[in-house]
């Protein structure tokens, strides 16, 4: 059986990680995320698995790369200036098809921003942070019991899709203290990437004959060593490069539909009183804990609202979003920034009934109330802003 803990969700994504199998840290030292690898630097050298503290970003992110390359599961973890320097390396993880989870604890930005505060900034970076056509995962969790299991399954769809996995959190739901069931790995699904079954004379890393080729660890139990090519550059099924057009077709739109394929399985939602709703709030984190409490309100007075909250960021549950615009009077999406999402939903919806959006990029949580009042006139601005006195004292004014 698991164990009961009082963590918060830094520390519980540390030790999801290991109950999911990590076999190698590679981090630096960023606000708001530090808990997760001091955590991990207790545990992990006491269990004889490798705990690397890098000079910088990059290093942490290259050196995740070549061990999940080796045939361990690797994870690293940021906060935002340090994820726009791991992006490089993230692209690289895409080509190279290495299951890699790269923790992002958001904060606010641009560039240093608000170092200890919360926000959902990042949203857009997750998904095309890096250059080129790629397809992401990313997942945000909305506390630090679901941060767990969100960490297990980011590590299970990387394992299982040959792919890197962004989880999403943020600097206020990180330094929250709450109970949280750590369960212990026979309690739960752990997916281990698919190992060849042929000799390693006959071993192709992207061979032709698979939606996802299995990426064989580099010593296997039985004393079998498979060598193999990884290269940065598109590359044929011996994992050297190519400049064929055909192949180079052929190979991004694999790597697009190993996930495109398969929406289905990644994506994961919650619907919260949808079923008669004629109003759909759409929040993801730690802002779907305050729009819960906000339809509750608005319930109380008559108002048929829900919430609609996607635990998979991207790819995008266009599917299920289609469906509530067809069924609801307008969507309201709530995030801790000005309206990265909400383009998201926009571009879903396509102009099938009005969206708004509650966007605050202020470095504080957004509150129920902003919410409740933005339900009952969508058209009112709910964000913290300057007063024109306020304004004035600021800019100097008159």
């Known amino acids: 059986m698991g164990r009961i803990a009082f963590l918060n969700a830094n520390a519980a994504v540390a030790e999801a990680a290991l109950v999911a199998g990590l076999g190698f840290y590679a981090g630096y030292p960023i606000t708001p995320s530090s808990e997760v690898p001091e955590r991990l630097s207790k545990i992990m050298p006491e269990k004889g698995l490798p705990f690397m503290m890098m000079e910088d970003e990059i290093a942490s992110i290259n050196a995740c790369v070549g061990a999940s390359a080796s045939g361990v599961k690797a994870m690293t973890c940021t906060s935002g200036p340090g994820f726009s320097l791991k992006q490089e390396a993230l692209g690289m993880a895409c080509i190279f098809e290495v299951p890699l989870v790269v923790v992002d604890v958001m904060r606010g ?12 900034q990042d949203i857009m970076q997750a998904r095309w942070g890096t250059h080129g056509d790629h397809p992401i995962i990313a997942l945000a969790p909305c506390n630090a019991q679901e941060a767990i299991f969100e960490t297990i399954r980011a590590f299970n769809l990387a394992e299982k899709f040959r792919q890197p996995v962004v989880l999403l959190t943020d600097g206020a739901l ?22 060849p079954d042929v000799d390693p004379d006959n071993y192709y890393p992207y061979d032709y004959n698979y939606e996802i080729p299995p990426l064989a660890k580099w010593w296997t139990e039985d004393g079998k060593s498979y060598r193999y090519h990884l290269s940065s550059l598109i590359h044929d099924k011996t994992g050297f490069p190519t400049v064929d057009p055909k192949y180079t077709q052929w190979l991004l739109k694999r790597l697009h539909n190993k996930i495109l394929n398969h929406v289905d399985e990644i994506t994961k939602n919650e619907y919260y009183k949808m079923d008669d709703a004629e109003v759909c709030i759409i929040a993801y984190g730690s802002t779907a804990e305050a729009a819960r409490v906000a339809i509750d309100q608005a319930r109380e007075e008559g108002i048929k609202v829900g919430l609609f909250r996607p635990l998979t960021i991207w790819p995008s549950p266009e599917k299920q979003i289609s469906d509530i615009a067809s069924k609801v009077k307008h969507i309201i999406v709530a995030e801790m920034n000005l309206g990265q999402y ?23 949580l957004i509150r129920p109330s902003q919410i409740y009042e933005k339900i009952k006139d969508p058209s009112k601005s709910v964000e913290i802003c300057l007063t024109e006195e306020e304004l004035k004292r600021f800019g100097g004014g008159e």
């Open 342 to 364: 909400k383009l998201e939903v926009e571009r879903i919806v396509a102009g099938r009934v009005p969206v708004y959006g509650v966007g605050q990029a202020a470095g504080v």
């Open 109 to 120: 930005g641009p560039s240093t921003g608000l170092p200890t505060r919360p926000s959902q």
């Open 174 to 195: 990180s330094h929250l203290h709450t109970k949280v069931y750590i369960p212990d790995p026979e309690e739960v699904e752990i997916i281990d990437r698919a190992q």
